[in-house]
Nanobody, 129 residues
């Protein structure tokens, strides 16, 4: 079965950390750029980070730059998003999606499924005291 499955979400206090995982099955993630998006209640899904397939170049939205780190482990067919110094405004459903390539546009615009071959259902992140 071809799918992307996210995990690692949860509830943390402000300043806390989480590491999200995006595991691919049924296809090889190596050949895809992968982006993380988040969808807050009542808002569109916004690009947060993207990692390329060719040279592992990374891109981040300004709101998470310096706090989030995206990485990939091709042997595990997994992309990670390590989130630190979490803030209440980071609360959202986070999901991963494949892209043909990464550009600044990915992390400054809303998600359009037209540009993703695969995407997952997401994992909830809640940051509150």
């Amino acid at each position: 079965q071809v799918q992307l499955v996210e995990s690692g979400g949860g509830s943390v206090q402000p300043g806390g950390s989480l590491r999200l995982s995006c595991v691919a099955s049924g296809f090889t993630l190596d050949y895809h750029a992968v982006a993380w998006y988040r969808r807050a209640p009542g808002k569109d899904s916004m690009g947060m980070s993207c990692i390329s397939s060719s040279d592992n170049s990374t891109f981040y939205a300004d709101s998470v730059k310096g706090r989030f780190t995206i990485s990939r482990d091709n042997a595990e067919n997994t992309v990670y998003l390590h989130m630190t110094s979490l803030k209440p405004e980071d609360s959202a459903v986070y999901f991963c999606a494949t892209r043909t390539f990464c550009t600044d546009v990915v992390v400054t615009t809303t998600w359009d499924p037209f540009f993703s071959e695969y995407w997952g259902q997401g994992t909830q992140v809640t940051v509150s005291s």
